[in-house]
């Protein structure tokens, strides 16, 4: 079964700076999703970005790219220049390819934005 | 994104009797839903999957006759709390996906039996 750990319960960050969320999985599949979802306090969750396993190239999306390391299973978040909006909790997910598939979440990391 | 809509966002009932809650894919067919049920402060943890017109997959220690989920159609799943009780207060969530790479997610129901 996969699994999805987030070793960071709490986090905090200045506006406008840079702040890294880290996920690490373990799966014995070669290709599979990845996904970063931010829950703000409506607890409705927000797709912030996708990567699809067999790209090499990182994703991003505007303020917020993917530090993808497919042979260290680590997938973490980088957030650039972060707004008061960022407030949120942040969930990595693991979803198999293609089909139907479930999403297997991570703990969650509470990224607050201080201004 | 496509849009999920969920209803109610919040609902208070007595202990013993059963709850509906109806989630709806608004502009796209959804052929698989789930889901989820996430406890305060804690992730989200996947109850059961529906697809379409086909009994709904339970994960393990989930209770099927405690929570009947019903995907009649490409648009609507509905989760039903049955006999609810103290401990089935939570936040309940779905996510419906049809076609898309990723699931799209309801708003939510907050759900607490007194």
């Known amino acids: 079964a996969q699994t999805v750990t987030q070793s960071q319960p709490e986090m905090s960050v200045q506006e406008a700076e840079t702040v890294t969320l880290s996920c690490t999985y373990d799966?014995?599949?070669?290709?599979?999703?990845l996904f970063w979802y931010k829950q703000p306090p409506s607890r409705q969750m927000i797709l912030v970005i996708r990567q699809e396993a067999y790209k090499q190239q990182n994703a991003t999306e505007n303020r917020f790219s993917v530090n993808f390391q497919k042979a260290a299973k680590s997938f973490s978040l980088k957030i650039s220049d972060s707004q008061l909006g960022d407030t949120a909790m942040y969930f990595c997910a693991f979803g198999h390819q293609g089909g139907s598939e479930k999403l297997v979440f991570g703990k969650g990391t509470k990224l607050t934005v201080n201004p | 994104g496509a849009v999920v809509s969920q209803h109610p966002s919040w609902v208070i009932c007595k202990s013993g009797t059963s709850v509906k809650i109806e989630c709806r894919s608004l502009?796209?067919?959804?052929?698989?839903m789930f889901w989820y049920r996430q406890f305060p402060k804690q992730s989200l943890m996947l109850m059961a999957t529906s697809n379409e017109g086909s009994k709904a997959t339970y994960e393990q220690g989930v209770e099927k006759d405690k929570f009947l989920i019903n995907h009649a159609s490409l648009t609507l799943s509905t989760l039903t709390v049955t006999s609810a009780h103290p401990e089935d207060s939570s936040f309940y969530i779905c996510?419906?996906?049809?076609?898309?790479?990723?699931?799209?997610f309801g708003q939510g129901t907050r759900l607490t039996v007194v």
């Open positions: 996510s419906a996906k049809g076609g898309f790479t990723e699931a799209f």
């Open positions: 799966t014995s599949e070669s290709n599979y999703y």
């Open positions: 502009d796209f067919q959804a052929t698989t």
